[in-house]
């Protein structure tokens, strides 16, 4: 039992990362003062932080001088209308690192009425 634990450790230690970003001083959202690491990621989550240079990975960024952090919330978004007529509406929120958005202030951009709908090219 002990060694299928240790094979399967060692397995997941030698996978590829998809992505290393390298270099970049992570600030982890929990108040903890920033700190220098790479950070690996391997299916969608963060595998490792660390000294991850040399590791393979099938793309790195290098993230020297740059703050490595998760998603902001932009919790005065008011409307998700722009996102819906044109979705690159979002790259500007994207490019600070905003990745939710708390909208609906107001009115509501869905359901809409058959007649709404009609005219905005959406319905729910």
Same mark, same amino acid.
């Given at each position: 039992?002990?060694?299928?634990?240790?094979?399967?450790? %060692?397995?997941? /230690?030698? !996978?590829?990362?998809? @992505?290393?970003? *390298? #270099?970049?001083?992570?600030?982890? +959202?929990?108040?903890?003062?920033?700190?220098?690491?790479?950070?690996?990621?391997?299916?969608?989550?963060?595998?490792?932080?660390?000294? %991850?240079?040399? /590791?393979? !990975?099938?793309?790195? @960024?290098?993230? *020297? #001088?740059?703050?490595?952090?998760? +998603?902001?919330?932009?919790?005065?978004?008011?409307?998700?209308?722009?996102?819906?007529?044109?979705?690159?509406?979002?790259?500007?929120? %994207?490019?600070?690192?905003?990745?939710?958005?708390?909208?609906?202030?107001? #009115?509501?951009?869905?359901?809409?009425?058959?007649?709404?709908?009609?005219?905005?090219?959406?319905?729910?």
């Amino acid at each position: 039992m002990l060694s299928t634990v240790l094979a399967v450790a %060692l397995m997941t /230690q030698a !996978a590829p990362y998809d @992505l290393i970003v *390298t #270099g970049g001083r992570i600030v982890d +959202g929990t108040g903890a003062p920033g700190f220098h690491a790479d950070l690996g990621v391997r299916d969608g989550k963060i595998a490792a932080i660390g000294r %991850l240079r040399g /590791q393979p !990975a099938r793309r790195t @960024l290098e993230a *020297t #001088g740059l703050v490595v952090a998760p +998603g902001f919330i932009d919790m005065m978004g008011q409307t998700g209308a722009p996102f819906l007529r044109d979705p690159a509406a979002g790259l500007n929120l %994207l490019t600070q690192g905003i990745t939710t958005l708390n909208a609906g202030e107001g #009115g509501s951009d869905a359901p809409l009425s058959p007649a709404q709908a009609r005219e905005r090219g959406w319905a729910t």
